[in-house]
Nanobody, 115 residues
Framework: QVQLVESGGGSVQAGGSLRLSCAASGNIFTIDRMGWYRQAPGKQRELVADMFNSGSTNYADSVKGRFTISRDGAKRTVDLQMNNLNPEDTAVYYC?????????WGQGTHVTVSS
């Protein structure tokens, strides 16, 4: 089994910054993709940013230029630096890991941005 533990959520005013971190542990022999999704109230879960094993990244259009994803392969961690936050970024953020065909999710961390 794989465990993902997130940290770093909280409340911030518009224009502020937060950094989310996720640490993976357990039965990990490869990480094909690791990153962050979010789910706002009444909306579907959506990709925010992720990074493939190759180092290539994907970002949602809404966060490009504001969010930066980074990974430490040795430590099996993934961070999300979020700058210039706006109220539309308010959501529960979930760490995600893909190992071959299996998907793993963290418990989620709340991010609230007030105007």
């Amino acid at each position: 089994q794989v465990q993902l533990v997130e940290s770093g959520g909280g409340s911030v005013q518009a224009g502020g910054s937060l950094r989310l971190s996720c640490a993976a542990s357990g039965n990990i022999f490869t990480i094909d993709r690791m990153g962050w999704y979010r789910q706002a109230p009444g909306k579907q879960r959506e990709l925010v940013a992720d990074m493939f094993n190759s180092g290539s990244t994907n970002y949602a259009d809404s966060v490009k230029g504001r969010f930066t994803i980074s990974r430490d392969g040795a430590k099996r961690t993934v961070d999300l630096q979020m700058n210039n936050l706006n109220p539309e970024d308010t959501a529960v953020y979930y760490c995600h890991l893909q190992q071959i065909a299996r998907q793993y999710w963290g418990q989620g961390t709340h991010v609230t941005v007030s105007s």
